[in-house]
């Protein structure tokens, strides 16, 4: 079969370095899952390198003729390519509640959906790595005080330890991208439970960094606090200016605020 044609529509850049392929398969440490889930893996240039390695690889892929390219030229892939939408799928239809890792060279047009789709299973992924636009791989990393420092940082943070890992550049790419691309890892947390109301916790860093530029004072009026709590110094700060931790107590004192 022909090689694959780029579709610009579902954000393909396909990777020709097979030395940068290996690195990103070497990011994970195969510590606490037996299986490996890789998002678009095109004609399976991270593939291979997964399949070496002693667990059980599938592969998740929307665009139809990459699945038949990767059914033909990967055998060991057999009942384990997905021909679905990642984003849309019940992924337990075929983990099955176990735990397993996420890893990928993602499409830069739904990386940051696939972080939050993460999040959502984070119970079940205790390992994550891959390769993104590279300023989005440095906002999931960004620490306080910064600007790229939002939403992703905290809710990314909050529950796992994340590391920058190396960067890619745009001519090992076909076609290649505008912009260089950042290969991260997010680790789960041993203890990753919160002392706070996830659901709460995730509406206050959402809301807080709607308005980033004013205080918190003001970019968290509708959650209807009262005057009291509002009267407290963490409330002149702006978003970017707490910590993940910091974001966490924030959270208790507007539980308990009565909310």
């Not at 990967?74 to 939408?85: E, T, V």
Request: proline fraction near 4%; aromatic fraction near 10%; glycine fraction near 6%.
């Amino acid at each position: 079969m022909e090689k694959v044609k780029a579709k610009k529509h579902l954000g393909q850049h396909f990777l020709k370095d097979e030395s940068i392929a290996k690195a990103i398969a070497d990011t994970i440490n195969l510590e606490g899952y037996d299986d490996v889930l890789e998002i678009g893996p095109g004609m399976g240039v991270l593939t291979k390198y997964l399949l070496d390695k002693p667990t059980n690889t599938y592969v998740i892929e929307i665009d139809t003729e990459s699945v038949a390219y990767l059914d033909e030229n990967y055998p060991k892939l057999k009942d384990k390519i997905i021909s679905k939408d990642f984003l849309r799928y019940d992924i337990n239809e075929v983990f099955q509640g176990k735990q397993f890792a996420i890893i990928g060279n993602f499409p830069y047009n739904i990386s940051t959906q696939i972080v939050f789709k993460t999040l959502e299973l984070k119970h079940q992924i205790p390992e994550f790595a891959g390769m993104f636009q590279k300023e989005v791989a440095e906002r999931i990393c960004e620490k306080k005080g910064s600007k790229a420092y939002g939403i992703l940082s905290v809710l990314a943070q909050a529950f796992y330890d994340v590391e920058y890992l190396f960067t890619v550049d745009e001519n090992v790419f076909i076609p290649p991208p505008k912009v260089k691309s950042g290969v991260m890892r997010m680790r789960r947390k041993a203890d990753y439970s919160l002392p706070c109301g996830e659901k709460l916790f995730f509406t206050v860093v959402k809301t807080a960094f709607q308005q980033r530029r004013k205080t918190l004072r003001n970019s968290l009026k509708t959650l209807n606090l009262s005057d009291e709590l509002r009267e407290d110094t963490v409330f002149n700060l702006r978003p970017e200016q707490l910590s993940v931790e910091e974001f966490i107590e924030l959270t208790k004192k507007i539980e308990a605020d009565g909310i």
